[in-house]
């Protein structure tokens, strides 16, 4: 009974196959070929020449709710810059700075270098690639060249603190009050100490988290645990 | 009330009698007694009616005597302040989890704001260490104190009260002591709380915690800016748990956990406002609830970036 229906299906595979095959054999043949035997690229447009026009600057993001920087010049050390830069003259090529700057730049894998956002004029002043000059309390429109999206978080209070209050003017951190621009990952640190426990019990065992209903079953080593054995812990939370 | 003129004799007996009732009574308020309270403030505090029954006076003369308790249990004048929930404002709050890294800060100036009691484990903030890619609740643990943090694997969880919007706290209190304020916010009314603890079993969330025993605040640590539903002092014996500290957040400012965190993490508004940051993260940031399965509608979100 069942052979003779297995013959059939298979039968009724073999000319959808050979259908398959033959539109592919005529979907290549359409295709032009070209002497070195590659297929045309698209027709792309060509590239426009560059504008004479300024690039156009950011302008921010639409129904963003107005915000404040908090100031963080008072806080910076060497600031402002022109007390040692004005009497330098800017060296542009890329080299180790000496103290007080210091030596190593840990951001952008190398790609980026102190002139790539300082403003080499003006060195009171940031600059964004279009050549804008921004003040130190607007670095953020430095740091969203390459960070748009956090920077649109930080624009709508997604990202960073507002500080405060949370009525009212919306006052907000910059980016570098957390991030130090020059190695701006966050390192570990200590924690606060854990909550207090009281006198004479230990804490909860970590991962110990239910005194086991049948001491005699150990869900962990499948070995029966003899009653009389379980741990100190689960004897203090009994007592 | 209409006054009356009454008869002369009968009127100069009672005057007599409410003369030397009136001396007793002055001699009585004037002594501590009852635990150092006067009989004044004894009787008062004995009478006292529920927060929500209170007329104005009644609640002034109530502050009163939670400002003249506090003096004498720490030596401190506190202000405490009945500041009324605003118009058009429902409180709720969210937290980056990519961004929490278990410093354990808010902690600390949650039990400094809300003049919780030290050395005990009355702290509503609770962050849980949890493995990276779980949520497994009962794999947390809440006492890890490495050298440093964030640990690598883990990542922490911060667990407060959620201030859901249908709380079953409420529904198990036997005497109407905690309810939900027009801002959203669960209060207790700490002198009505009969320190059942009904409402800790019915919290899904571990949020309410129990008076053991009488708070210990060092005196130079207390908060001197008290709200009467919020950080006023506490007696033993009664329930407490976060009130998005209402002595801050009815003013506008931002509460003491927000405040304190230093990665940012904690986002406070108002839900009402369109244009608030916590709405931002509604309307874009993945979001989720704790438990959200158990309908008690949680004001409080957990968000990655």
Same mark, same amino acid.
């Given at each position: 009974m069942r052979q003779p229906q297995r013959q059939r299906r298979s039968i009724a595979i073999v000319p959808g196959v050979l259908l398959a095959i033959a539109f592919a054999l005529a979907a290549v043949a359409e295709l032009p070929e070209r002497e070195d035997g590659h297929r045309p690229l698209r027709a792309n447009p060509p590239a426009e020449s560059p504008s004479?026009?300024?690039?156009e600057?950011?302008?921010?993001y639409p129904g963003?709710?107005?915000?404040?920087?908090?100031?963080?010049?008072?806080?910076?050390?060497?600031?402002?810059?022109?007390?040692?830069?004005?009497?330098?003259?800017?060296?542009?090529?890329?080299?180790?700075?000496?103290?007080?700057?210091?030596?190593?730049?840990?951001?952008g894998d190398?790609r980026?270098?102190?002139?790539?956002?300082?403003?080499?004029?003006?060195?009171?002043?940031?600059?964004?690639?279009?050549?804008?000059?921004?003040?130190?309390?607007?670095?953020?429109?430095?740091?969203a060249q390459c960070h748009a999206d956090v920077h649109q978080d930080?624009?709508f209070?997604v990202h960073?603190?507002?500080?405060?209050?949370?009525?009212?003017?919306?006052?907000?951190?910059?980016?570098?009050?957390?991030?130090?621009?020059?190695?701006?990952?966050?390192?570990?640190?200590?924690?606060?100490?854990?909550?207090?426990?009281?006198?004479?019990?230990?804490? *909860?065992?970590?991962?110990?988290?239910?005194?086991?209903?049948?001491?005699? #079953?150990?869900e962990e080593?499948a070995?029966?645990?003899?009653?009389?054995?379980?741990?100190?812990?689960?004897?203090?939370?009994?007592? | 009330?209409?006054?009356?003129?009454?008869?002369?004799?009968?009127?100069?007996?009672?005057?007599? #009698?409410?003369?030397?009732?009136?001396?007793?009574?002055?001699?009585?308020?004037?002594?501590?007694?009852?635990?150092?309270? +006067?009989?004044?403030?004894?009787?008062?505090?004995?009478?006292?009616?529920?927060?929500?029954?209170?007329?104005?006076?009644?609640?002034?003369?109530?502050?009163?005597?939670?400002?003249?308790?506090?003096?004498?249990?720490?030596?401190?004048?506190?202000?405490?302040?009945?500041?009324?929930?605003?118009?058009?404002?429902?409180?709720?709050?969210a937290l980056n989890i990519s961004k929490?890294?278990?410093?354990?800060?808010?902690?600390?100036?949650?039990?400094?704001?809300?003049?919780?009691?030290?050395?005990?484990?009355?702290?509503?903030?609770?962050?849980?260490?949890m493995d990276s890619g779980s949520r497994n609740l009962e794999r947390s643990?809440?006492?890890?104190?490495?050298?440093?943090?964030?640990?690598e694997g883990k990542y922490?969880l911060?667990?407060?009260?959620?201030?859901?919007?249908?709380?079953?706290?409420?529904?198990?209190?036997?005497?109407?002591? +905690?309810? *939900?304020?027009?801002?959203?916010?669960?209060?207790?009314?700490?002198?009505?709380?009969?320190?059942?603890?009904?409402? *800790?079993?019915?919290?899904?969330?571990?949020?309410?915690?129990?008076?053991?025993?009488?708070?210990?605040?060092?005196?130079?640590?207390?908060?001197?800016?008290?709200?009467?539903?919020?950080?006023?002092?506490?007696?033993?014996?009664?329930?407490?748990?976060?009130?998005?500290?209402?002595?801050? +957040?009815?003013?506008?400012?931002?509460?003491?956990?927000?405040?304190?965190?230093? +990665?940012?993490?904690?986002? #406070?508004?108002?839900?009402?406002?369109?244009?608030?940051?916590?709405r931002r993260v509604l309307a874009t940031k993945q979001v989720f609830r704790l438990k959200e399965d158990l309908g008690t509608e949680p004001?409080?979100w957990y968000f990655t970036d």
């Amino acid at each position: 009974m069942r052979q003779p229906q297995r013959q059939r299906r298979s039968i009724a595979i073999v000319p959808g196959v050979l259908l398959a095959i033959a539109f592919a054999l005529a979907a290549v043949a359409e295709l032009p070929e070209r002497e070195d035997g590659h297929r045309p690229l698209r027709a792309n447009p060509p590239a426009e020449s560059p504008s004479a026009e300024p690039a156009e600057s950011f302008t921010g993001y639409p129904g963003a709710p107005d915000l404040t920087v908090v100031s963080r010049l008072d806080k910076l050390t060497w600031h402002p810059c022109s007390n040692c830069h004005s009497a330098m003259p800017t060296n542009p090529e890329r080299r180790e700075l000496m103290a007080p700057h210091q030596a190593a730049l840990d951001h952008g894998d190398g790609r980026i270098w102190c002139l790539d956002c300082h403003a080499p004029e003006s060195r009171d002043q940031l600059a964004t690639l279009a050549g804008e000059r921004v003040s130190f309390d607007q670095a953020d429109r430095v740091c969203a060249q390459c960070h748009a999206d956090v920077h649109q978080d930080w624009t709508f209070g997604v990202h960073g603190k507002r500080v405060g209050r949370w009525q009212g003017p919306r006052e907000i951190y910059s980016c570098a009050h957390c991030h130090d621009p020059h190695d701006p990952g966050l390192r570990p640190r200590a924690p606060e100490p854990p909550p207090p426990v009281r006198a004479g019990l230990d804490p *909860m065992p970590h991962h110990g988290h239910h005194t086991p209903l049948y001491p005699w #079953f150990s869900e962990e080593s499948a070995e029966p645990v003899q009653p009389g054995q379980e741990s100190k812990n689960e004897e203090d939370a009994a007592g | 009330m209409k006054k009356t003129q009454p008869d002369k004799d009968i009127n100069s007996g009672r005057r007599r #009698f409410l003369g030397t009732a009136g001396a007793a009574f002055t001699v009585a308020s004037a002594r501590p007694a009852w635990g150092g309270s +006067t009989l004044m403030d004894a009787m008062g505090s004995f009478f006292q009616d529920h927060y929500q029954r209170m007329s104005a006076e009644e609640i002034a003369d109530a502050i009163g005597r939670i400002e003249r308790r506090a003096q004498r249990r720490y030596g401190v004048d506190i202000t405490c302040k009945d500041v009324k929930p605003q118009d058009n404002v429902v409180f709720g709050y969210a937290l980056n989890i990519s961004k929490c890294k278990g410093y354990r800060d808010c902690v600390s100036a949650c039990v400094r704001e809300n003049n919780q009691d030290r050395g005990s484990q009355m702290q509503y903030i609770r962050v849980l260490e949890m493995d990276s890619g779980s949520r497994n609740l009962e794999r947390s643990e809440h006492y890890y104190d490495p050298e440093t943090v964030p640990v690598e694997g883990k990542y922490y969880l911060p667990v407060q009260c959620m201030q859901c919007d249908d709380p079953p706290c409420v529904k198990a209190c036997p005497v109407n002591a +905690t309810w *939900m304020e027009p801002d959203g916010v669960t209060v207790i009314d700490y002198d009505w709380c009969i320190g059942c603890r009904y409402c *800790m079993t019915a919290c899904p969330y571990w949020a309410r915690h129990f008076n053991w025993r009488e708070p210990e605040i060092p005196a130079e640590e207390i908060n001197p800016d008290t709200h009467y539903l919020g950080n006023r002092p506490r007696p033993r014996g009664v329930v407490e748990k976060c009130h998005f500290c209402l002595q801050r +957040t009815r003013v506008g400012r931002q509460p003491a956990c927000q405040e304190a965190c230093p +990665t940012g993490a904690r986002i #406070f508004g108002n839900l009402l406002d369109p244009n608030s940051e916590i709405r931002r993260v509604l309307a874009t940031k993945q979001v989720f609830r704790l438990k959200e399965d158990l309908g008690t509608e949680p004001k409080f979100w957990y968000f990655t970036d």
